[in-house]
T-cell receptor
């Protein structure tokens, strides 16, 4: 497998706590994405980054923050402002941002609220 | 704004039966369409792209611009095809940025 990794596999958050999900890729891809996957909702885009030091909000960015200081890394922070954080989070990357680019996905992180 | 609709949450068939997973899209330009698959305890991965016009694991999908559809088909379903399938649309870049859109997914169950 390899290529794009996410950690941890499971993460528990207490009320009022910020937590950070890790996403790393060694595919030399420029673009990276964070999705939230809920049953019956499909994949919803939280944030995406087309290049280092740049990122854009997706459809459901409220309560989340990201950074892209290195090409290989795109961590996602779930802040205390996110009132319903329990979900499966998927990170993805693609070589570029043209319309024909395939996305490669990580194994996911399941976030649970205590 | 673009939209991808997968009308069936669940599709249940018997082994050897034909299967068709529906995908309709709404987009003003010329889209790039994909099918991704997520098998149990595996990561989401590309199944096929419309631009490739290929058959993967016996699955094919034809882009019908008139009906704005990209249905996924297989003539004879196998038990190992049981998975969650997502249709996705990539718009062509405009102004240097784009946002991919996924459908809500269809769970395919193939019974022995």
């Amino acid at each position: 497998d390899g290529g794009i990794t996410q950690s941890p596999k499971y993460l528990f958050r207490k009320e009022g706590q910020n937590v950070t999900l890790s996403c790393e890729q060694n595919l030399n891809h420029d673009a990276m994405y964070w999705y939230r996957q809920d049953p019956g909702q499909g994949l919803r885009l939280i944030y995406y980054s087309q290049i280092v030091n740049d990122f854009q909000k997706g459809d459901i960015a409220e309560g989340y923050s990201v950074s892209r200081e290195k090409k290989e890394s795109f961590p996602l922070t779930v802040t205390s402002a996110q009132k319903n954080p329990t979900a499966f989070y998927l990170c993805a990357s693609s070589l570029g941002t043209g319309g024909r680019e395939t996305q490669y996905f990580g194994p996911g992180t399941r976030l649970l609220v205590l | 704004a673009q939209r991808v609709t997968q009308p069936e949450k669940l599709l249940s068939v018997f082994k050897g039966a034909p299967v068709e997973l529906k995908c309709n899209y709404s987009y003003s330009g010329s889209p790039e369409l994909f099918w991704y698959v997520q098998y149990s305890r595996q990561r989401l991965q590309l199944l096929l792209r419309h631009i490739s016009r290929e058959s993967i694991k016996g699955f094919t999908a034809d882009l019908n611009k008139g009906e704005t559809s990209f249905h996924l088909k297989k003539p004879f379903a196998q038990e190992e095809d049981s998975a969650m399938y997502y249709c996705a649309l990539n718009p062509h870049a405009s102004g240097g940025s784009y946002i991919p859109t996924f459908g809500r997914g269809t769970s395919l169950i193939v019974h022995p």
